[in-house]
């Protein structure tokens, strides 16, 4: 499965921005999804999953201000990032894995997008 994220940008304090990404295959609905971001230095830190029946969970510091949905007629998860604040700032990854219990376990990685929020 193939990964292609966008939407990345520089946005101020306080603004919104949507990432997406589109996978390749035919059975995207059943894909279990997540995004999730690094800063130079630090582990990749899990930000938002998506089963394929549409539950979702968040990061605590990301809960109430990110949303994370999918549209399976156009292969692609969205993250929604609203009240965005500088330590938001970090690269995003989504990626294809799957649940076992509530424990994801990632799989296949898209390339990062950029996301840089000034104060």
């Known amino acids: 499965v193939q990964l292609q994220a966008s939407g990345g940008g520089l946005v101020q304090a306080g603004g919104s921005l949507r990432l997406s990404c589109t996978a390749s295959?035919?059975?995207?609905?059943?894909?279990?999804m997540a995004w999730y971001r690094q800063t130079p230095g630090k582990l990749r830190e899990l930000v938002a999953t998506?089963?394929?029946?549409?539950?979702?969970d968040y990061n605590g510091s990301v809960k109430g201000r990110f949303t994370i949905s999918r549209d399976n007629a156009k292969n692609t998860v969205y993250l929604q990032m609203s009240r965005l604040k500088p330590e938001d700032t970090a690269v995003y990854y989504c990626?294809?894995?799957?649940?076992?219990?509530?424990?994801?376990?990632?799989?296949?990685w898209g390339q990062g997008t950029q996301v840089t929020v000034s104060s």
């Open positions: 295959g035919n059975t995207f609905s059943t894909y279990e």
């Open positions: 990626n294809k894995g799957f649940f076992r219990g509530d424990y994801y376990y990632p799989g296949n």
């Open positions: 998506i089963r394929d029946v549409d539950i979702t």
